[in-house]
């Protein structure tokens, strides 16, 4: 099983509406979930970091932890044009020093 | 303050040949990763070096090795290179090893294209 699964996309919203992503993860002990946003041909930028279940807010983003289910998604309210880019989701597990990574989603906004 | 600063920023090399990627963390972060991210996937980790020792490596082959020195800037190396090897190298800073409640921080990569 792989560590961490998004769906790839490309994922398509009108300009206003809400996009919605999602990621799972593996059945190990978790610490720190991340998405970061990546245009084409740059380096990931941190968005948004969940440490506990539930709801996390921060401007127009809204990450949601369920460990239960073991998926954490991201929510970008009045999508605009320049959210275009990939989302990538980042897990850090017990005892590992690094962040394994999804594929990351493609997202597209329309004008 | 500057963030994290890797060199080049585009580099082609020749399979079979060396390679020596830079980079410099920010100021005051202690801990610097490498990642690997092919066209089309996410960053993979390849090393993580904190206070000069390497603290956690991925699942890569020999050819690839890292050092940390005493200014916490560090090196990535990879010999004999494959076609295989084309990727955009990111580096990433963090103040204490491990990821902790920081996430990373990444440099602007280097990308590698081997011919």
């Known amino acids: 099983q792989k560590e961490v699964e998004q769906n790839s996309g490309p994922l398509s919203v009108p300009e206003g509406a809400i996009a919605s992503l999602n990621c799972t993860y593996s059945?190990?002990?978790?610490?720190?979930f991340f998405w970061y946003r990546q245009y084409s041909g740059k380096s990931p930028e941190l968005i948004m970091s969940i440490y506990s279940n539930g709801d996390k807010e921060d401007g127009r983003f809204t990450a949601q932890l369920n460990k239960a289910s073991q998926y954490v998604s991201l929510l970008i309210r009045d999508s605009q044009p320049s959210d275009s880019a990939t989302y990538l989701c980042a897990v850090n597990y017990n005892g590992a020093n690094n962040l394994f990574f999804g594929t990351g989603t493609r997202l597209t906004v329309i004008p | 303050d500057a963030g994290v600063t890797q060199s080049p920023t585009h580099l082609i090399k020749t399979r079979g040949q060396h390679v020596t990627l830079r980079c410099s963390p920010i100021s005051g972060h202690k801990s610097v990763s490498w990642y690997q991210q092919v066209l089309g996937q996410g960053p993979q980790f390849i090393f993580q070096?904190?206070?000069?020792?390497?603290?956690g490596r991925g699942n890569f082959p020999d050819r690839f090795s890292a050092r940390q020195f005493p200014n916490y800037s560090s090196e990535l190396n990879v010999n004999a290179l494959l076609l295989g090897d084309s990727a955009l190298y990111l580096c990433a800073s963090s103040f204490l090893t491990g990821t902790g409640s920081y996430g990373y921080t990444f440099g602007s990569g280097t990308r590698l294209t081997v011919v």
């Open positions: 070096y904190y206070e000069k020792e390497e603290r």
């Open positions: 059945d190990r002990v978790s610490q720190s």
